[in-house]
T-cell receptor, first 112, second 114 residues
Framework: KQEVTQIPAALSVPEGENLVLNCSFT??????LQWFRQDPGKGLTSLLL?????REQTSGRLNASLDKSSGRSTLYIAASQPGDSATYLC???????????FGTGTRLKVLA | SQTIHQWPATLVQPVGSPLSLECTVE??????LYWYRQAAGRGLQLLFY??????ISSEVPQNLSASRPQDRQFILSSKKLLLSDSGFYLC?????????????FGNGTRLTVT
């Protein structure tokens, strides 16, 4: 059974810092891994999707990497801004299924 | 472009009352459809998913049910709500190749059972 863990659960940093969020999963047989952002009381917004054959994806100040063999992904946020404050979740789509399994998220607060 | 509509945005229902949440997707055909629930301070729990009309897979045994009467319509129901059914319900869709198919979410329904 696929299990997804995110560390840390919460993170508070000053504006301008580069930061790394971690996601680990127990079953390395996946189709893809996706990172999302969730603002309080809102739905999830897709940030990046990494296919199982890819090592990383970039969008603006965001870079996500995937090490499938070790069951890990990282989301790197460069030059953090107060507007980046949100909860970040990762989800994996396990091979042979249609089920996206989510981690519990990292709550990020960027201080001005 | 594809859009997903989910309603209502908020709902307060007494224990024992019925529930019907609706989700529709526009701009795509034969999407995979999902219902998730997010309890306060917790991650997303997959409740149901559907890969075609009339095909429903249940992940969590409980007093909720789902139906897909049309290709782009997904309904979450309950005959009698429990206090434990309170939470944030999210509908989502994906399509195409599972290797490169992002999951897209609606804005969610905040359900409070009193």
């Amino acid at each position: 059974k696929q299990e997804v863990t995110q560390i840390p659960a919460a993170l508070s940093v000053p504006e301008g810092e580069n930061l790394v969020l971690n996601c680990s999963f127990t079953d390395s047989a996946i189709y893809n891994l996706q990172w999302f952002r969730q603002d309080p009381g809102k739905g999830l917004t897709s940030l990046l999707l990494i296919q199982s054959s890819q090592r990383e994806q970039t969008s603006g100040r965001l870079n996500a990497s995937l090490d499938k063999s070790s069951g890990r992904s990282t989301l790197y946020i460069a030059a953090s801004q107060p507007g980046d404050s949100a909860t970040y979740l990762c989800a994996v789509l396990t091979s042979g299924t249609y089920k996206y399994i989510f981690g519990t998220g990292t709550r990020l607060k960027v201080l001005a | 472009s594809q859009t997903i509509h989910q309603w209502p945005a908020t709902l307060v229902q007494p224990v024992g009352s019925p529930l019907s949440l609706e989700c529709t997707v526009e701009g795509t055909s034969n999407p995979n459809l999902y219902w998730y629930r997010q309890a306060a301070g917790r991650g997303l729990q997959l409740l149901f998913y559907s890969v075609g009309i009339g095909q429903i897979s249940s992940e969590v045994p409980q007093n909720l049910s789902a139906s897909r009467p049309q290709d782009r319509q997904f309904i979450l129901s309950s005959k009698k709500l429990l206090l434990s059914d309170s939470g944030f319900y999210l509908c989502a869709w994906s399509t195409g190749s599972r290797n490169n198919s992002p999951l897209h979410f609606g804005n969610g329904t905040r359900l409070t059972v009193t």
